[in-house]
């Protein structure tokens, strides 16, 4: 096969995801408006949960600038447990009543993501607070 019908070929392959794409972003467009054909708005976040984000994020911060990343994949446990136990003693500046568990669920979080070398940061650590606070 020449050169020229190969790119002829791979060209109209991309014109056609390009088009199926476009369709999909048309089709995706139409299902959000709503029957009075006004686009419907997205669900704004709770003012509450963004303030406590906001407040939280200074606190973690300080706790991560003292004590080091959250996932920092050859802290020790030590380390680890140190840092579980600094969110747990500004939780209170954070969310009312924080609960005994956050230091234990911080703890074990920070594990996994040392051990699966994943990433994580201060917004996530404030996700964690949050999340563990609403639940119980």
């Known amino acids: 096969m020449r050169v020229s019908a ?11 995801v390009c088009q199926a794409q476009d369709e999909a972003d048309l089709e995706e467009d139409l299902l959000e408006e709503s029957d ?12 509450d949960e963004a303030g406590l984000r ?17 996932d920092d994949h050859e802290a020790t446990d030590d380390q680890l447990a140190a840092k579980a136990n600094a969110i747990a003693a500004v939780a209170g500046q954070i969310v009312d009543s924080p609960k005994e568990s956050l230091k234990d669920v911080v703890h074990a979080k920070l594990k996994s993501i040392r051990d699966g070398k994943l ?13 563990h606070h609403l639940e119980l």
């Open 36 to 47: 009075d054909g006004e686009e419907e708005e997205e669900p704004e976040e709770d003012d």
């Open 6 to 16: 190969v790119l002829g070929v791979l060209l109209a392959t991309v014109v056609d």
């Open 119 to 131: 990433p994580y940061g201060a917004r996530d650590v404030c996700t964690l607070v949050e999340v």
């Open 54 to 70: 906001m407040k939280c994020l200074p606190h973690v911060e300080a706790v991560e600038a003292e004590h080091g990343y959250f």
